[in-house]
């Protein structure tokens, strides 16, 4: 049996897990449910190193971000074998990636996440229900009742009721099955006027999804892994906006569209404590090993590890042929088909710079994602149905050529903060690249507050985004704190006998509710920092 919950929450990513703290502290009883068998959504099951903004050391994020960032660093700082000079260093980087100023392994985030928990599921509040899928929601008078859920495991369903629901699925599923008005794909440049946007609205247009995967290299052993049965439709792929073949070592510079070529050396010898990782001065991305590098092999001990770690999230395994949200299945198969191509090209047919061809020993890591074929649990999904919300942030809220560089928009009903370029991966309606300068944005609460349902909201990317928009609220600490927000307004309504509309639509019900969210410390507003 189930305890029956103040708080529902569907999907256990980074929104779903920071919203079940938030709700957990507060007192409050939380039911908390995931399709895979990790919590932690894009950090660990989807395997993706954080993304984001230059200034997360110092500030921009909220205080349990932080506290999940810092608990990564203390285990690697106990448990692994660094050496004195990475041991000391506070602002550790473990992987050494150029991504971010912390990339790590998904399992020492998951440690991390689930030692975040422990407290609250040894005192009942929380019970995680994982390999759990939402299939069905009831509802009445603009409010869920209750969400049935099977066990992936023995099918089994289980019917829960609580007063207020959090979405924190990747897909923002839970929207479609209880009749949530929401978007997906592209809005018409009509309906909000976004520079962007196209004329006409486009709902299966969405990003590309990624299936990534983790890879060391040991030179003179041979690991090639069978030939993907879809190998040779890859190998001849070449797409419209691409300078040559997907599978290759040219592909387009993001920002200005012009081909580049990436360079690809296992376990470079350049000193891991050299390597900057800074997206607003270089996104790091021309050189693939170290882009997304994971363990650095030379901030440990000599001897301790043979390779280093790299993960695979590249332009070659972005797919983009079928929309994820309507085709999950076909669409995740295809994913799945081209990351194992991508590998097998590697092993065989892959440039080196030595003059030869293949890379057999490339070993695909099963042990780091937790499956047995080395492929991450679940696909990096980039876009998700989004609420028709109170408030739709769009493109001229936050690009630097609508704003300016220094030209955050406020909102006065703010309940956070983030940071990153406006980026948008290729798309299933045929898009390259968007990727826009922004500046570092605010949270408006009626970005998280549906237009008519009542006791539901979202904790990922299913806020009141745009297709454009989506592709700078959509990361890591952006999500976390959205999902942080979620919980806390949840358990703040519970206490107070409000709703969210209430809380987001009067200024002394939400400044009371603000009050709530800087004793947690959740960062609200910026200090003077330009956008890039």
């Avoid at 903060?417 to 898009?431: A, K, N, Q, W």
């Avoid at 704190?481 to 107070?496: M, P, S, Y």
Wanted: proline letters at 7%; one cysteine or more; aromatic letters at 8%.
């Amino acid at each position: 049996m189930i305890p029956q919950p103040d708080i529902l929450i569907v999907g256990g990513g980074l929104g779903g897990v920071a919203a079940a703290l938030a709700a957990c502290r507060a007192g409050r009883c939380v039911v908390m449910t995931e399709e895979t068998d990790w919590i932690g959504g894009q950090l660990t099951a989807q395997a993706v190193p954080p993304d984001e903004h230059p200034w997360v050391e110092r500030f921009g994020t909220t205080a349990t971000y932080r506290a999940l960032r810092e608990g990564i660093r203390a285990y690697y700082r106990q448990w692994y074998p660094l050496r004195s000079e990475a041991l000391g260093l506070t602002e550790l980087n473990p992987g050494a990636g150029r991504v971010s100023k912390l990339c790590h392994e998904p399992r020492v985030a998951l440690a991390i996440l689930e030692a975040m928990l422990a407290p609250h599921r040894a005192s009942g509040l929380l019970t995680v229900l994982t390999e759990h899928r939402a299939v069905s929601a009831e509802h009445d008078n603009d409010a869920i009742t209750a969400v049935t859920v099977r066990d992936l495991r023995g099918g089994t369903r289980r019917t829960v009721a609580a007063p207020y629901v959090i979405d924190a699925t990747e897909t923002g599923e839970l929207l479609e099955l209880a009749g949530v008005e929401h978007a997906s794909g592209a809005e018409s440049q009509d309906e909000f006027g976004e520079p962007h946007a196209p004329a006409q609205a486009q709902p299966g247009n969405q990003q590309g999804i990624t299936v990534c995967f983790a890879l060391s290299h040991h030179e003179g052993e041979d690991h090639t892994i069978d030939r993907p049965g879809t190998y040779d439709f890859w190998r001849a792929y070449r797409p419209e906006f691409w300078p040559g073949p997907l599978l290759g070592f040219e592909a387009p510079d993001p920002r200005t569209l012009e081909p580049v070529p990436r360079t690809f050396v296992p376990n470079p010898e350049l000193d891991p404590l050299d390597v900057s990782a800074d997206q607003s001065a270089d996104a790091g991305d021309k050189e693939l090993w170290g882009f997304r590098r994971i363990l650095a092999r030379k901030l440990h001990r000599a001897g301790a590890f043979d390779s280093d770690i790299t993960l695979v999230n590249w332009p070659l395994n972005d797919y983009w042929l079928k929309p994820f949200i309507g085709q999950e299945a076909e669409a995740l198969d295809g994913a799945r088909q081209l990351s194992l191509s991508v590998l097998y090209w590697l092993q065989t047919e892959a440039p080196r710079a030595d003059g030869g061809t293949g890379f057999p020993g490339l070993r695909i890591r099963p042990d780091v994602t937790g499956t047995a074929d080395g492929l991450a649990k679940a696909a990096y999904v980039r876009e998700s149905r989004r609420i028709k919300a109170v408030t739709t942030v769009v493109e001229q809220d936050v690009a630097i050529d609508a704003v300016g560089p220094y030209g955050t928009r406020h909102y006065r009903d703010s309940v956070g903060v983030g940071g990153y370029r406006i980026d948008l991966h290729p798309s299933t309606g045929g898009d390259t690249y968007i990727d826009i300068g922004s500046v570092p944005f605010e949270i408006p609460l009626g970005a998280m507050v549906p237009r008519r349902v009542r006791n539901l909201l979202p904790a990922g990317k299913n806020i009141g985004t745009t297709h454009i928009t989506n592709g700078c609220y959509r990361l890591h600490p952006v999500e976390w704190n959205v999902g942080e927000v979620a919980g806390a307004l949840a358990a703040h309504c519970l206490a107070e006998d409000v709703e969210p509309h209430q809380v987001q639509a009067d200024d002394k019900r939400f400044e009371e509710f603000a009050r709530v969210l800087d004793r947690a410390g959740v960062q609200r507003s910026w200090p003077d920092v330009r956008g890039y």
